[in-house]
């Protein structure tokens, strides 16, 4: 297979990246809203392309949203990359399926204690879910929770908040904070991709020739791989994010590497191409 990683045989099987391992870890799935209200400046008309390219993104007019982690697994190193929305019934969204991360960690054979660090993008509640278990107990009893200092900073903050409660402030002292780019095993490096959130960060994979950008919530929907500009009513600050995207953007666009994210289709895993003079997400395997 020329260059890159190759997609090896059934669901369980990880995507390589040289000899990093990396698996979708599916939690939820759920409408979100409209995609008038939570991008308000972009016209509906717009959406039309995006329609045909990811459909499984689209219920009527509203967002259709999964939101699913990964697994990253170097020789001697287990992360978990974000937990998450939680057990049932906590998050104020439509979900249509959601609480699935600890079976889907369980079918990868991978128990909690297992998990030797867990890497928190930001602190969204969709990204945090599974920090803990009903009651505040870390879910993954052995864990370094892994999170940028600014990050942990704005979610104590807002202590007021149920899930900022639960999966943050029940948490304190677990946490290990960074600053800034961060080798979080060999090859696995932890990067600042600001503006959806404070402290938000990317994970890059680098093994022999191999590689691969999980990008968080940079670009949260793929249509931003194509439309930078567009705001998101949940970013943060939204010019600091357009500039990240536009900074990223030539390391993924056609470009030998996996780019990853929880909220896009099926695994989340795939490439970032120019088809037709447009920007687009494919899934790959
Ligand atoms: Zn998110």
Not at 59 to 79: H, K, Y
Not at 137 to 160: K, N
Not at 215 to 225: N, Q
Request: hydrophobic share 45%.
């Amino acid at each position: 297979m020329a260059g890159g990683a190759r997609r090896v045989g059934a669901t369980k099987d990880p995507v390589v990246v040289g000899s990093i391992e990396l698996f979708p870890v599916a939690d939820a799935v759920g409408l979100l809203g409209e995609y008038s209200e939570l991008y308000p400046e972009v016209p509906a008309e717009a959406w039309e392309p995006y329609r045909v390219l990811y459909p499984d993104l689209f219920s009527g007019d509203a967002w259709r949203l999964p939101c699913n982690g990964f697994l990253v697994r170097t020789e001697a190193t287990t992360i978990l990359v974000d937990t998450g929305v939680g057990p049932q019934g906590l998050w104020d969204w439509t979900a249509e399926r959601e609480g699935e991360l600890p079976d889907a960690l369980g079918r990868l054979g991978v128990r909690p204690e297992d998990v030797d660090i867990v890497f928190l993008t930001h602190l969204h509640i969709d990204h945090v879910g599974w920090n803990t278990d009903l009651e505040g107990v870390a879910l993954f009893p052995r864990a370094r929770y892994v999170v940028h200092e600014d990050a942990l900073a704005f979610a104590r903050a807002q202590e007021g908040r149920a899930h900022v409660q639960r999966c943050i402030i029940a948490l304190e002292g677990r946490f290990e904070t960074v600053s800034g780019d961060f080798e979080l095993a060999p090859g696995v490096t932890a990067f600042v991709s600001p503006g959806h959130f404070p402290g938000h960060m990317g994970l890059r994979l680098l093994s022999g020739s191999q590689r691969a950008v999980l990008i968080a919530d940079t670009a949260v929907h793929p249509a931003l791989l194509n439309e930078p500009d567009w705001v998101y009513v949940a970013d943060g600050e939204p010019a600091v994010g357009a500039a990240t995207r536009h900074a990223l953007l030539p390391e993924l666009i056609d470009q030998d590497v996996l780019v990853a994210c929880g909220h896009y289709p099926g695994s989340g895993i795939g490439r970032v191409v120019t088809r037709e003079g447009r920007v687009v997400w494919e899934h790959a395997g």
